[in-house]
C-alpha cells in the first residue's frame, strides 16, 4: 500500500478498526475512509454496495463484526450468525463491486474445530471439523466470509487475506461483564469492585488457556499480513497463557489483592488454544508490548475514559 492509497477501514470506531486507524495515520497514510456504525449499516446489502460505490477505496481492512464473549456466543447465536453473514457477505461483495485491489478480513480463532486437530493450530485445520459449541454460530459465520473470499479469487480473481485472530484486548473495547470478551470483562469487574470496595467474582476455574496479543500489536500484524500475505494467516503473540495468570497481572495492575472469587460454575470454554505463526513471524512481526504493558495501557484508558461516561 502507498500512503495516498484510498484505505476503507470497517468497524472504525472499534477495537481492531481504531487501533488500526491510529497506526496507520502514524505510519503516514492521508487517505483513510473509517466507516462506523454511525456511518454505513453493514448489514444492508444496498446501503453498504452504494457507501463503498461512493467511496471507491484501493484497499479495505474488514473489521466490522457483532462480536461477544463466551456468554454473550451462548445466548445470541442466531443474532450473531445472522448480522456477521450479513455484515461480511455485504463487505466482500461491495469490495468486488468496487474494485478493491485487495481486502484483509478479520477472523477468528473461533474457526478452527473442537477438538483440536493438532497443535499448534495451523491455517490448513480450519474446516477440519465442528468448532467449539460456545462458538459456533460466531465461528461459522467467520467461516462462510473466509469461503466466499476463496470462492471470489477463483470466480474474480479478488485478493485477500484473512486474519484469524487469537484473543485480542485494548482501548476501545466492548467493557461489558456479561457479554464482552474475557479481558475487557475482567476490567470493567476489576474496576466497578475497586469503585464500591467489593470483591471480583471470576467465570470458570481460570485453568482455560489462550494466546493474548495486545491490539496496538493487532494493527501492525494486520497492515503486515495485507502487504505481505494472502490466504488465511494466523495472528497472536506465540505467549499462551492461563485465564488465572490474566486475572493474576490484572490484579496487580489494579491493586486489588485478595479481593477476586472464582464461579467455576461458569464455562472456561475451549481449554487450550494455540496458533502455528509461521506465516505472520515470515513479515517480521514480533509483538512490541509485554501483555502486562498492554493489560496497564488498557487499564488506564479503561479508567480515564470510565469517569468521564465515555468507556464502551
Request: aromatic share 10%.
Amino acid at each position: 500500500m502507498k500512503v495516498d492509497d484510498r484505505i476503507l477501514i470497517t468497524g472504525a470506531r472499534g477495537l481492531v478498526g481504531s487501533a488500526l486507524a491510529d497506526h496507520l495515520r502514524q505510519a503516514g497514510h492521508v487517505n483513510l475512509i473509517e466507516f462506523g456504525r454511525d456511518t454505513c449499516d453493514l448489514t444492508d446489502t444496498a446501503a453498504t454496495i452504494a457507501a463503498f460505490e461512493r467511496e471507491r477505496p484501493d484497499y479495505v481492512f474488514h473489521a466490522a463484526a457483532r462480536v461477544y464473549g463466551i456468554m454473550g456466543n451462548l445466548k445470541n447465536k442466531a443474532l450473531s450468525f445472522f448480522d456477521n453473514v450479513m455484515i461480511n457477505t455485504n463487505v466482500v461483495e461491495a469490495s468486488r463491486r468496487a474494485g478493491v485491489k485487495k481486502i484483509a478480513a478479520m477472523g477468528t480463532g473461533a474457526v478452527y474445530p473442537y477438538p483440536s486437530p493438532g497443535l499448534p493450530l495451523r491455517e490448513d485445520m480450519i474446516f477440519l471439523g465442528k468448532p467449539h459449541p460456545a462458538e459456533d454460530s460466531y465461528a461459522h459465520a467467520k467461516r462462510a466470509m473466509l469461503a466466499m473470499l476463496q470462492a471470489y479469487e477463483e470466480s474474480c480473481g479478488m485478493q485477500w487475506v484473512y486474519i484469524v485472530s487469537c484473543n485480542l484486548f485494548g482501548p476501545r473495547d466492548k467493557f461489558d461483564t456479561e457479554f464482552g470478551h474475557v479481558v475487557p470483562s475482567l476490567i470493567k469487574k476489576f474496576h466497578d469492585a475497586k469503585q464500591s470496595g467489593g470483591r471480583v467474582l471470576v467465570w470458570g476455574d481460570g485453568s482455560a488457556q489462550r494466546d493474548f496479543l495486545y491490539v496496538k500489536d493487532a494493527a501492525r500484524a494486520v497492515q503486515l499480513a495485507m502487504n505481505n500475505c494472502t490466504g488465511a494467516v494466523n495472528m497472536g503473540s506465540s505467549e499462551v497463557l492461563r485465564i488465572r495468570d490474566i486475572v493474576s497481572m490484572i490484579t496487580q495492575v489494579s491493586e486489588m489483592q485478595g479481593r477476586v472469587d472464582w464461579d467455576a460454575s461458569k464455562p472456561n470454554g475451549q481449554d487450550y488454544r494455540a496458533y502455528d505463526l509461521s506465516k505472520l513471524a515470515a513479515t517480521g512481526f514480533k509483538p512490541e508490548y509485554s501483555i502486562l504493558g498492554g493489560l496497564e495501557e488498557t487499564w488506564d484508558w479503561y479508567c480515564r475514559n470510565a469517569q468521564t461516561g465515555q468507556s464502551r
